[in-house]
């Protein structure tokens, strides 16, 4: 059974930083996407960023030259660097597993608080 735990949220500034954290804990095979999602209060739970095992990403348009997503198979940890954090990133933030391949297998966090406020 796959556990993804997230690490990393808090409370920062408009224009601070933040690096989100998520460990997968069981064994993980390949092809896989491992990427981010967020939810606002009031809002749907939207696409952040992914990575594929392959190296390959996607972000939303949103966050597009403010954050980067990066994975390290070894550790079976994706992270999403975020800088330049607006008002509107306030969301929890969820870790994503997802096997594309195979219809429906997909893993998700507890998510992580991120509340950017001055």
């Known amino acids: 059974q796959v556990q993804l735990v997230e690490s990393g949220g808090g409370l920062v500034q408009p224009g601070g930083s933040l690096r989100l954290s998520c460990a997968a804990s069981?064994?993980?095979?390949?092809?896989?996407?491992m990427g981010w999602y967020r939810q606002a209060p009031g809002k749907q739970r939207e696409l952040v960023a992914t990575?594929?095992?392959?190296?390959?990403?996607v972000y939303a348009d949103s966050v597009k030259g403010r954050f980067t997503i990066s994975r390290d198979n070894a550790k079976k940890t994706v992270y999403l660097q975020m800088n330049s954090l607006k008002p509107e990133d306030t969301a929890v933030y969820y870790c994503?597993?997802?096997?594309?391949?195979?219809?429906?297998?997909?893993?998700w966090g507890k998510g992580t608080l991120v509340t950017v406020s001055s």
């Open positions: 994503n597993l997802n096997y594309y391949a195979v219809t429906g297998m997909e893993y």
């Open positions: 990575i594929r095992s392959g190296g390959s990403t």
């Open positions: 069981g064994s993980i095979f390949s092809p896989n996407a």
